[in-house]
Nanobody, 118 residues
Framework: QAQLVESGGGLVQPGGSLRLSCATS????????LGWYRQAPGKQRDLVAG???????NYGDSVKGRFTISRDNAKKTVYLQMNSLKPEDTAVYYC????????????WGQGTQVTVSS
């Protein structure tokens, strides 16, 4: 189990932006495939975006063109830049190492709440 800590959520108006961070102290961070996931009330937890060790990315259809995942191996941090936010982006966002098919590998932490509302 890798320990990952999410931060950066908050309340933002529709059309606004936020940047989420997910940091770890794991020494071998650079070899992880990582994913951002989100869960809205009453809904299942879904992949938002993922990034491989080589920097290849994958996005959920609903966020393509608006969200960008990136990683800084030196800082052992993965980021999720979220632009043009919509009310339907409201959810708790989590990060995890990801396995085959972007299946999350780690137990969920506290996540970070993102609320998009006017």
């Amino acid at each position: 189990q890798a320990q990952l800590v999410e931060s950066g959520g908050g309340l933002v108006q529709p059309g606004g932006s936020l940047r989420l961070s997910c940091a770890t102290s794991e020494s071998i961070f650079s070899i992880y495939t990582l994913g951002w996931y989100r869960q809205a009330p009453g809904k299942q937890r879904d992949l938002v975006a993922g990034i491989t060790p080589g920097g290849n990315t994958n996005y959920g259809d609903s966020v393509k063109g608006r969200f960008t995942i990136s990683r800084d191996n030196a800082k052992k941090t993965v980021y999720l830049q979220m632009n043009s936010l919509k009310p339907e982006d409201t959810a708790v966002y989590y990060c995890s190492r990801a396995g085959s098919g972007w299946r999350p590998l780690d137990s969920w932490g506290q996540g970070t709440q993102v609320t998009v509302s006017s």
